[in-house]
């Protein structure tokens, strides 16, 4: 990020390269020619991304959008009948923290590898990755700035609970402890690249942090039923420590090249677009969730006329999942719509044509012919 210094006005901006003071419309640092961000790129990176010792934006961001979470999944929770404060704080239910954004080990929905990473199961949980990222994410946000760091989270993340998904036995998965890893793989390389006598320290203090979190899961997931995510632990550390030798590090005024720092702009735009489209996705699938609740307890009282506008909200907000096709095209049938039926069998039977299962709907599609 760019460096702030005592004597620029508002009207002028610090060169990234050089550090000279200059006008702010300058397009090329009249000292050493170095190409400059726009006044509003400028304006923009000191106001909100730039990163220097105390002040960490991208630390702060993550930190408060876990926290955030965390309560609102818990107003969530006492407010569903039949559960309390205290399953809101130590024992949440399943069903709610897969609504909430959890990823399901086997079931494989990109967003989920997403959002999982922002969704922790009770207050033991946050408080420790709350810890660990205020402690180890501004190492990381020192060597690469505000915005890689953001990127570097969300990326490491989704890798590790991706091989979670892929190589873990079935099992709900949440929580930040992935993209944390990675940030101790980051801080470790970076502190490796400096050669220091100060940053070699922080490297050995973040391998023995690793081992530590690595040893502690395998011998708790032995010895408990405590279920800890190793493969995301081991797989976020490992993407951490490659990124780490990838990504250019930043001097203790920020990048110097203007390359680097659109490049590291973009990369966070996209990863704050990603990242939304994918809580777009958490909001649609929780509010079918609650419709299909009101449509399959419609079915099972025989309110047909009203469970039929339940099944049909249910279906238009997630058509992600065969039981949104299953109770419309069912409740269809019941109240005579069967063309409404036959479109939605038409529509089921093409979007799952590559599942390995057969289709819970389609005995139904069966009966009342094409």
């Known amino acids: ?55 960490y934006p991208a630390t702060k961001l993550l930190l408060i959008v876990l926290v955030l979470l965390f309560i609102a999944m818990s107003i969530d929770i006492v407010t569903t009948d039949g559960y309390g404060l205290a399953n809101a704080l130590l024992e949440p239910p399943s069903e709610l923290i897969y609504r909430w954004g959890a990823h399901l080990r086997g079931d494989f929905v990109w967003w989920r590898l997403i959002t999982a990473n922002f969704i922790h199961i009770g207050i033991i949980h946050i408080v420790f990755n709350a810890y660990a990222l205020r402690y180890v994410s501004p190492y990381v946000e020192r060597a690469y700035g505000g915005s890689l ?39 470790a390389v970076s502190a490796h690249r400096e050669k220091t006598a100060l940053s070699l320290e922080v490297r050995n203090s973040m ?63 996209l990863a704050i677009g990603i990242t939304l489209t994918s809580f777009g996705f958490m909001t649609a699938s929780s509010v079918s969730y609650r419709y299909q609740t009101e449509c399959i307890a419609g079915l099972k009282l025989k309110t047909y006329t009203k469970a039929q506008k339940s099944c049909e909200i249910a279906y238009k907000t997630d058509k992600s999942q065969t039981i949104s096709y299953h109770n419309y095209i069912l409740i269809s049938i019941i109240n005579g719509k069967r063309d409404v039926a036959r479109s939605l069998c038409t529509e089921g039977r093409q979007r799952f044509k590559n599942s390995p299962q057969p289709l819970s709907f389609d005995e139904m599609c069966r009966s009342i012919g094409r």
């Open 1 to 55: 990020m760019q460096n702030e210094t005592a004597n620029t006005t508002p009207h002028e901006k610090t060169c990234h390269a050089c550090l000279a003071s200059i006008p702010m419309g300058e397009k090329r640092c009249r000292y050493c020619g170095e190409k400059q961000l726009s006044p509003l790129e400028y304006r923009i990176s000191q106001k909100f991304l730039h990163s220097r010792i105390g002040v």
């Open 149 to 187: 760091t953001f990127v570097s989270f969300l990326f490491t993340g989704t890798v590790s609970m991706l091989m979670s998904n892929i190589f873990g036995a079935p099992g709900l998965v949440a929580g930040a402890s992935g993209g944390l890893m990675g940030f101790i793989g980051l801080a």
């Open 207 to 269: 391998l023995k942090w690793a081992a530590s979190v690595m040893i502690f899961g395998i011998v708790v997931s032995q010895l408990t039923p405590m279920g800890i995510d190793n493969i995301a632990h081991a797989a976020g550390f490992a993407m951490g420590a490659l990124l780490g030798c990838i990504l250019p590090t930043q001097s203790t005024t920020g990048f110097t090249k203007l390359r680097t720092i659109r490049l590291a702009r973009l990369g966070l735009l």
